[in-house]
């Protein structure tokens, strides 16, 4: 008797990128200025942030020379997870005219590709940790890449996403 042929079976899903609940994490990709002061370079190691993401990030405190914010930050390393205390500020217009919000952090623009293009993945903590964000880099080599890329649909200059 002749056994009938099986379909194949159907390729499984995969699963979903980066479990998180919804406004939990913010992406961004990286420009060139981004990773462009990394140790040993000088200038400040500073991420700059499009105006519309500023929702992400606790309050700017104001009458302040410039208004800015200080929380801890635990950030994925090459040697591991490294906490640190980040600034988010206003950069007022300059010479060119030009004013952003900016992030300083020694171990997120470390861990940048030179040129940029890598996304940066904060994800906020729930309100019992020491630190509010944890931060990690995602390389375009990395195979969750393109599937947050995609979710970097705003545009401000940057493209950005919180998911």
Excluded: N
Aim: hydrophobic fraction near 40%; glycine fraction near 8%.
């Amino acid at each position: 008797m002749a056994v009938p042929a099986r379909e194949p079976a159907a390729p499984e899903a995969p699963p979903e990128t980066l479990q998180v609940a919804p406004g939990m994490l913010l992406l961004m990709v990286m420009a060139p200025f981004d990773a462009s002061h990394q140790r040993d370079v000088p200038g400040t190691p500073e991420l700059s942030l499009p105006q519309q993401a500023l929702s992400f990030f606790p309050a700017l405190a104001q009458g302040r020379r410039y208004p800015e914010v200080f929380f801890g930050i635990r950030v994925a390393t090459a040697q591991g997870h490294v906490t640190e205390r980040v600034r988010v500020w206003h950069r007022p217009p300059g010479r060119r005219g030009h004013s952003d919000y900016r992030l300083r952090s020694r171990a997120m623009v470390d861990e940048l590709t030179p040129g940029g293009g890598d996304i940066l993945c904060l994800e906020r903590l729930p309100d019992d940790e020491d630190v509010l964000y944890e931060a990690t880099i995602i390389t375009k080599d990395d195979p969750e890449y393109l599937a947050l890329l995609s979710r970097c649909t705003y545009g401000d200059g940057k493209r950005w996403g919180i998911v």
